[in-house]
């Protein structure tokens, strides 16, 4: 396998720590905002209204961020696995997995991409305790493991 598994954790914490501080960024512009508009008017109502549910929406994003987060201080970067389950960077004959959180695809500065799935996505559990050599199968196709690291 030629990923740097320490490189790719730390694009992972560069990524959650980028959603954190812009959901974080909205809410105290959003705060801000009804701060800033105490008028009362019908109009104002239901702007603030308005204003509140995007408060709440990312409030919620805020802490899936911040759950994304911890679950990813779960990993040690230095840990090599010998099969696959939470850490593992598995190398298939067609793509690149990070078990870890659900960030969809990163970009690595050799050029490369790896998925960055979560125990919970449907290819995990083909995935789990599987080893170099196993083959498994996702929308009627057959993958090889090639590595685990």
Request: glycine share 6%; hydrophobic share 30%.
């Given at each position: 396998?030629?990923?740097?598994?320490?490189?790719?954790?730390?694009?992972?914490?560069?990524?959650?720590?980028?959603?954190?501080?812009?959901?974080?960024?909205?809410?105290?512009?959003?705060?801000?905002?009804?701060?800033?508009?105490?008028?009362?008017?019908d109009y104002d109502e239901d702007n603030k209204g308005q204003m509140l549910g995007d408060f709440e929406k990312h409030a919620g994003y805020l802490s899936e961020?911040?759950?994304?987060?911890?679950?990813?201080?779960?990993?040690?970067?230095?840990?090599?696995?010998?099969?696959?389950?939470l850490g593992s960077v598995v190398e298939t004959d067609r793509n690149y997995y990070f078990v870890?959180?659900?960030?969809?695809?990163?970009?690595?500065?050799?050029?490369?991409?790896?998925?960055?799935?979560?125990?919970?996505?449907?290819?995990?559990?083909?995935?789990?305790?599987?080893?170099?050599?196993?083959?498994?199968?996702?929308?009627?196709?057959?993958?090889?493991?090639?590595?685990?690291?």
């Amino acid at each position: 396998m030629k990923t740097n598994k320490k490189e790719l954790y730390y694009n992972c914490i560069d990524m959650i720590n980028a959603k954190i501080e812009q959901h974080q960024n909205r809410m105290d512009e959003i705060k801000q905002s009804m701060e800033n508009n105490d008028i009362k008017t019908d109009y104002d109502e239901d702007n603030k209204g308005q204003m509140l549910g995007d408060f709440e929406k990312h409030a919620g994003y805020l802490s899936e961020a911040q759950e994304q987060k911890e679950e990813l201080s779960k990993i040690d970067p230095e840990h090599k696995n010998n099969i696959i389950g939470l850490g593992s960077v598995v190398e298939t004959d067609r793509n690149y997995y990070f078990v870890s959180v659900p960030l969809g695809e990163i970009n690595m500065e050799d050029g490369s991409q790896i998925f960055a799935i979560s125990t919970k996505a449907p290819i995990y559990k083909e995935l789990e305790g599987k080893q170099p050599g196993d083959k498994f199968t996702i929308n009627d196709e057959e993958h090889e493991i090639k590595g685990i690291e």
